[in-house]
């Protein structure tokens, strides 16, 4: 039996968070006795970076390009996925959480009768039966959840597992897009995110708040950010206040995030904000305030006026 990895990318490149599905779905085999580990690829890649998935763990890459695929079209995607689980002998679907994969893995347990589970947090327990732990209640509280049925869609939070780099490489087989699939959907728009790093795959994020003053004072979040390779993202009010794009507004309405490192400048920590940010392993508040609620959630706080402590502190990083 195989495992199956709905692969996402973004432009050319695949996302570091479906590499860590892949790696997820490689150490699921070791405790599932699956052998195969195949990553579900749509869109244009090169040869080099399919084979590359097998790195992190993929023994297999299925992988269809067509202009059709470009819209991300759910329901296409989603017959995809159903015509690759019918053909290969899959016994579990995996995915990164995004929006996007929560609606394609929605629609993908519902038409193969299989059981699923979203933000998961941990490799599945088969002690007795299959349960795995996700993420409730905003990143507040854990619950373990038992899964029956033979076909199962597991939904992984980022940054869940280790991303691993092995010496190996996947087998390539491009295949064309199947004759039954429905491309009934029409996409009139979308926005895309810019930015040299996405929220989604980073692994630091430096946000500002209204504690910037105005959107002329963004510079110094977008310089910080750059010394530390990070992406930059604000809170709600900011991007209401039309100062940055909604993309980077992060919180509980917005985009929720999970870096290893997540800097909070002039946020004073609502609780919508930090139902977004509290999957960080590290939380670092910078504020002038020195009883906002941010500092109370914070492994580590600046009390200062951050018009001070950022330049010192990207100077600071400048130059290590």
Same mark, same amino acid.
């Given at each position: ?21 892949? +790696? ?76 996007? /994969?929560?609606?394609?893995? @929605?629609?993908? !347990? &519902? ?14 327990? +088969? ?50 897009? =199947? ?10 728009? *979308? ?10 795959? !980073? ?15 963004? &510079?110094?979040?977008?310089?910080? !950010?750059?010394?530390? &390779?990070?992406? +930059? ?6 991007? *209401?206040?039309?100062?940055?794009? %909604?993309?980077? %507004? ?22 919508? %904000?930090?139902?977004? #940010?509290?999957? /960080?392993? #590290? ?9 906002? =609620?941010?500092?109370? @959630? !914070? *492994?580590?706080?600046?009390? &200062? *006026? @951050?018009?001070?402590?950022? =330049? ?9």
């Amino acid at each position: 039996m195989s495992i199956l990895v709905f692969v996402e990318g973004s432009g050319s490149e695949i996302k570091k968070s479906s590499k860590e599905a892949i +790696t997820y779905a490689f150490e699921t085999g070791k405790i599932t006795g699956e052998n195969e580990v195949i990553a579900l690829v749509l869109g244009n890649y090169s040869n080099e970076e399919l084979e590359n998935l097998g790195k992190n763990g993929a023994s297999r890459v299925i992988n269809m390009s067509d202009e059709k695929l470009n819209n991300n079209q759910i329901g296409a995607f989603s017959d995809i996925i159903e015509n690759i689980v019918q053909s290969r002998s899959v016994s579990l679907i995996l995915m990164t959480k995004s929006s996007f /994969s929560d609606n394609v893995g @929605a629609r993908v !347990a &519902g038409k193969i009768g299989a059981s699923i589970v979203s933000n998961i947090t941990s490799l599945p327990d +088969t002690s007795s039966g299959f349960s795995v732990r996700k993420s409730i209640f905003t990143g507040k509280a854990f619950a373990t959840v038992s899964m029956s049925g033979e076909m199962k869609v597991l939904i992984i939070k980022r940054n869940t597992i280790e991303l691993l780099e092995r010496d190996a490489k996947a087998i390539v087989e491009r295949i064309p897009i =199947p004759n039954n699939i429905s491309f009934a959907e029409i996409i009139t728009g *979308d926005e895309k995110a810019e930015g040299d790093i996405l929220l989604d795959d !980073a692994e630091i994020v430096v946000s500002g708040g209204r504690g910037l003053k105005g959107p002329e004072n963004w &510079g110094m979040i977008e310089d910080l !950010a750059k010394a530390l &390779g990070a992406a +930059t993202g604000c809170s709600k009010p900011v991007s *209401d206040l039309g100062w940055r794009p %909604h993309h980077e %507004h992060v919180g509980q309405t917005g985009v929720k995030v999970s870096p290893n490192l997540y800097i909070a400048i002039g946020i004073s920590g609502a609780i919508q %904000h930090l139902a977004g #940010v509290n999957s /960080s392993k #590290v939380l670092v508040a910078i504020n002038k305030d020195e009883d906002a =609620p941010f500092f109370k @959630a !914070a *492994d580590y706080g600046i009390i &200062g *006026d @951050a018009f001070e402590v950022v =330049p010192r502190l990207t100077k600071k990083v400048k130059s290590l």
